[in-house]
Nanobody, 129 residues
Framework: QVQVVESGGGLVQPGGSLRLSCAAS????????IGWFRQAPGKEREGLAC??????????YYADSVKGRFTVSRDSAKNTVYLQMNSLQPEDTGVYYC????????????????????WGQGTQVTVSS
């Protein structure tokens, strides 16, 4: 079976940090570009960050809103992709999703929803005092 599971969300104070995990079963994440998306309350889902395949040297991309605060990385041995989130702000509150690119041919990541095939169930991140 193919499954994608996000974890690591929770309640954090403004200025705090969280590390989200994206674990996969049924396929190897290393061969796919991975995107992180967020849906804030009452808002449309938006792309935040992504990482390209390991064979393309895992080229990252970050939206302006998170650049310098969020970092995407891979642990190939654990078949897991991480999103390290620092300096969290209340506007970072939302459900965070990990998404897998549609094809291994798509080596470079892109924050376009339609370019992703598999999505996790989401993990809630709440930034509040």
């Amino acid at each position: 079976q193919v499954q994608v599971v996000e974890s690591g969300g929770g309640l954090v104070q403004p200025g705090g940090s969280l590390r989200l995990s994206c674990a996969a079963s049924g396929f190897t994440l290393d061969y796919y570009a991975i995107g992180w998306f967020r849906q804030a309350p009452g808002k449309e889902r938006e792309g935040l960050a992504c990482i390209s395949t390991s064979t393309s040297d895992s080229t990252p991309y970050y939206a302006d809103s998170v650049k310098g605060r969020f970092t995407v990385s891979r642990d190939s041995a654990k078949n897991t992709v991480y999103l390290q989130m620092n300096s969290l702000q209340p506007e970072d509150t939302g459900v965070y999703y990990c998404a897998i690119a549609y094809s291994t041919v798509q080596a470079m990541c892109v924050l376009t929803e339609r370019r992703h095939r598999y999505w996790g169930q989401g993990t809630q991140v709440t930034v509040s005092s």
